[in-house]
């Protein structure tokens, strides 16, 4: 009884050490397959809705400039750059810079309560199942990406950014 517990248990063990390999050789060999937008490709387009009720698709605002930053407010550089962006979005906006705050907290109420407290105004989008983060490969938060009016990305900052970069990435952008 005993010889054939070991040879259940070895039997068991290879399994289990099968599987872990090939799911490692996939993922390793997914994640080299996949192109996640870059500097000077295309921003992939998406579709969200914002704390406004409203759904915002990206190629809406095809012909301007447009901010895309991904964000959370469990994230403390996050939390410490949106009045940053939200004096940016008061100066460009007018001038036809588009701003998209991508949230991807799974909470609605927790968003709009952070978006109270702090006062801010910034067109926020939510992505609480993460397909648009996944999409565009944000793995660390904040992660922004500028995009010109062509649809291409100029900038890909990931980080906290302070006002001096936000304001001279977008006068860039901007062209």
Known sequence: MGTYKRWVQLGIFAVVLVVGILTIINNLSSSDSKSYPQVGGKA?????????GQTHELADFKGKPVVINFWGTFCPP???????????YEKWSPQGVVFLEVNVDTNK??????????KLSLPV??????????M????????TFFVGKDGKITVKKIGQMDESFIDTTI???KG
């Not at 109420?109 to 702090?118: A, E, I, K, L, N």
């Open 44 to 52: 992939l387009n998406f579709t969200l809705v914002g704390l406004d």
């Open 78 to 88: 996050c939390k410490e750059e949106m009045p940053a962006l939200q004096r940016q």
């Open 109 to 118: 109420v927790t968003v709009q309560g952070f978006m109270d407290q702090y």
């Open 125 to 134: 989008l939510l992505d609480a199942n993460e397909k648009v983060r996944k």
């Open 136 to 143: 565009y490969g944000v793995m660390d938060y904040p992660t």
């Open 171 to 173: 006068a860039a952008t």
